[in-house]
């Protein structure tokens, strides 16, 4: 078992207080009796990502109430640490502030707080692009700007540089021109990453060098994001 897997025992473990009710209040116009069958028909650890669907959007709203969602919680990032509900993950991250999450008990948001560390450093290791949604989402549940950084490696030998590269490639100008994909972060924050992404600019010339003959598409993405980076860096110097 992996230390992203155990993060999810720990969810299991912490939130096995919250029963499934027999009966989840829900509003009748938004929520049918198939949709509330779903969460019933099976047991928690075999619900799917389909079953959920419905759930993730109307939960706290307009179906069942905190600990009902506290329920389904160790379930919903269980599948989203296995590659499922990433199109929602906004919407399912977003529900913990919803739901009040820093006047949640110490364990409980700890336990989340657990997972979410272990599912950014499995993010960064695992996938060729920079996940939005995550970052946001994380940033705005514990606020630990530099704990996110410090989990994300950016040696070029490692997936988290071709992560670099896709952010600096998509998402700079948005950073440091105050975009609407980073209206959350506060402005020293924003300095900081900049300042991150600057001492990461050795990084990047010595990947372009690296992947130069190697994957010549790449080495064209870190050389364009070199380009963005000695262009702009200056700018929140």
């Known amino acids: 078992m992996n230390a992203l897997e155990r993060s999810v025992e720990y969810l299991y473990e912490t939130f096995s207080t919250y029963p499934l009710v027999p009966k989840m209040n829900g509003c009748p116009c938004c929520v049918s009796d198939t949709d509330k069958e779903k969460l019933h028909i099976k047991p928690l650890r075999d619900l799917e990502e389909n079953d959920l669907l419905r759930y993730v959007f109307k939960a706290l709203t307009t179906w069942g109430n905190i600990e009902d969602f506290k329920h389904f919680l160790p379930r919903l990032f269980e599948i989203l640490a296995k590659g499922g509900l990433i199109a929602y993950t906004d919407t399912l991250l977003g529900k913990l502030e919803y739901g009040k999450f820093g006047m949640w008990p110490e364990n409980e948001k700890a336990a989340v707080e657990a997972f979410l560390w272990q599912w950014w450093k499995n993010r960064i290791a695992t996938?060729?692009?920079?996940?939005?949604?995550?970052?946001?989402?994380?940033?705005?549940?514990?606020?630990?700007?530099?704990?996110?950084?410090?989990?994300?490696?950016?040696?070029?030998?490692?997936?988290?540089?071709?992560?670099?590269?896709?952010?600096?490639?998509?998402?700079?100008?948005?950073?440091?021109?105050?975009?609407?994909?980073?209206?959350?972060?506060?402005?020293?924050?924003?300095?900081?990453?900049?300042?991150?992404?600057?001492?990461?600019?050795?990084?990047?010339?010595?990947?372009?060098?690296?992947?130069?003959?190697?994957?010549?598409?790449?080495?064209?993405?870190?050389?364009?994001?070199?380009?963005?980076?000695?262009?702009?860096?200056?700018n929140l110097k």
């Open 127 to 234: 996938q060729p692009y920079f996940d939005h949604e995550a970052f946001t989402g994380i940033y705005k549940i514990t606020g630990d700007l530099d704990r996110m950084l410090e989990c994300w490696e950016t040696d070029f030998q490692k997936n988290g540089f071709r992560v670099l590269v896709d952010f600096i490639d998509h998402y700079y100008f948005d950073l440091i021109y105050e975009g609407k994909n980073f209206k959350d972060l506060k402005e020293d924050d924003i300095k900081k990453i900049n300042s991150w992404i600057g001492k990461n600019k050795t990084n990047l010339e010595e990947g372009f060098f690296y992947f130069e003959n190697r994957d010549t598409e790449f080495a064209e993405n870190i050389s364009n994001a070199l380009f963005i980076v000695e262009k702009n860096y200056k």
